[in-house]
Antibody
């Protein structure tokens, strides 16, 4: 069974940093692109970032480019999101998601339960 | 950036009725469109990928159609567990984007 478990969320002050992690199991992690999405309270879904299976290609939404960095450790089946210069508008539940196919651009066929990030003073 | 527009914003129906949800793209996404279902407090669930392919374990009452800029998700006969918010998402180009969602309620 495919499982994705996020961790690392919490309360952080504006301008601060946070690192999210996603532990994956139940599939060949290195064979699939992985992504982060988010959902602000009461709002819709937003794609944040994607990394290819091998880790050599990364993609970011304009809203986080230059502030967030996605990475993966295929030896540990772990996906990460380093978030710097956080803003109030980054407050959201952050989900990790598995790509359905091998191509980086893919539908997301499995999602974790999410971790809440709150940016507030 | 490709903008996805969903209509209606809210669809009020009863169990057993047919639901037809629309997603329109600001430019062609070919057939690279997915549909997700999300219930309160839960993660999204993939229903349809590449416009018309049901994801693993998705009941046959869910079907998708369309290509280019106009897409439809149809639920042939609503079950009580189908009342939720539905999002479309394209994978045609970067950045990936989601539509604003359609809420299906009773």
């Amino acid at each position: 069974e495919v499982q994705l478990v996020e961790s690392g969320g919490g309360l952080v002050q504006p301008g601060g940093s946070l690192r999210l992690s996603c532990a994956a199991s139940g599939f060949t992690f290195s064979s699939f692109p992985m992504s982060w999405g988010r959902q602000a309270p009461g709002k819709g879904l937003e794609w944040v970032s994607t990394i290819s299976g091998g880790g050599g290609s990364t993609y970011y939404a304009d809203s986080v480019k230059g502030r967030f960095t996605i990475s993966r450790d295929n030896s540990k089946n772990t996906l990460s999101l380093q978030m710097n210069s956080l803003r109030a508008e980054d407050t959201a539940v952050y989900f990790c998601a598995k790509g359905r196919g091998s191509g980086s651009s893919s539908a997301f066929d499995c999602w974790g339960q999410g971790t809440l990030v709150t940016v507030s003073s | 950036e490709i903008i996805l527009t969903q209509s209606p914003a809210t669809l009020s129906l009863s169990p057993g009725e047919r639901a037809t949800l629309s997603c329109r793209a600001s430019q062609s996404v070919s057939g690279y469109l997915a549909w997700y279902q999300q219930k309160p407090g839960q993660a999204p669930r993939l229903l349809i990928y590449d416009a018309s392919n049901r994801a693993t374990g998705i009941p046959a009452r869910f079907s998708g159609s369309g290509s280019g800029t106009d897409f439809t998700l149809t639920i042939s006969s609503l079950e009580p567990e189908d009342f939720a918010v539905y999002y479309c998402q394209h994978r045609s180009s970067w950045p990936l984007t989601f539509g604003p969602g359609t809420k299906v309620d009773i």
